[in-house]
DNA sequence: TCTTGACATAGAGTTTACTCTACATTGTAT
DNA sequence: ATACAATGTAGAGTAAACTCTATGTCAAGA
């Protein structure tokens, strides 16, 4: 299936400009039809949904725009492409870690308010 | 103990601009000396703790200033800060879930990397 | 045929959170 | 007394990631 970057719009939850904008960084480039319309395909859903997910664990576009060029140029790359994630994998894993100790104390500074407010209030 | 700014900022890991820009956005009100520079006290240290907890736990400055404000007005406004507190909970709550989902997602990808380099390479 | 709506490009504008510059004062070591 | 480093204010500049505007093209329905 092809769509149009209004459906592909919908169906990614992307604005139609952050489409044009993340073809503008080269971190996916459609087909065009004979109009130059942008024909976006299931592969560039599959595609967008991971830059998503870089990007929500907190990758940077200049360094998704890199590990979309390595993909661009095929099988050569995967190595350097593992060894990118397996580096991302590190810093999520400390995202994780750090977040998980910042959840505890924000639980010690409830409980001392909880008290105050019964001793106060 | 009492701090200038250059001490503070030493103390704080944050740049002396970025201390001053937190006081014009009035997450914290340093006392001053005689020739007008800022004295920082060891409660304020605990406080800008805090701030740089809320912050990297995605917490914008915005809402960071409306906690400085109650805080500010004293022990009448403990039970509004504690909500406040409770929500950021939830969602730093959620914020770790989805980045464990991803972090699955992830190893899911870097496994399916190791078996296509197994076979190609 | 005419109009509308989706799409095209180029480039300007926005938001957040700093970060830096210019210039004036002050405290301290020589 | 003087130099110089730290500090003060006001305001400009920066970086990232969008987001919007202006203007033009094109295919399809009334």
């Known amino acids: 299936m092809e769509y149009s970057i209004g459906e592909f719009s919908r169906m990614t939850n992307l604005g139609i400009h952050t489409l044009r904008y993340y073809e503008h960084e080269n971190l996916i480039t459609p087909k065009r039809n004979s109009s130059n319309r942008r024909c976006y395909s299931d592969k560039d859903l599959a595609w967008i949904e ?63 308010y909880r008290q105050e407010i019964e001793q106060k209030g």
């Not at 830059?51 to 576009?61: A, E, F, N, Q, S």
């Not at 060029?69 to 995967?78: N, P």
Request: proline share 2%; hydrophobic share 35%.
């Open 50 to 112: 991971f830059i998503k997910r870089l990007k929500d664990t907190g990758m940077p576009i200049k360094e998704i725009q890199r590990y979309a060029e390595l993909r661009a140029k095929g099988d050569l790359t995967l190595n350097e492409r593992m060894e990118m994630l397996t580096l991302h994998r590190e810093s999520l894993n400390e995202q994780i870690k750090v977040l998980q100790e910042h959840m505890s104390k924000l639980d010690d500074k409830i409980d001392f």
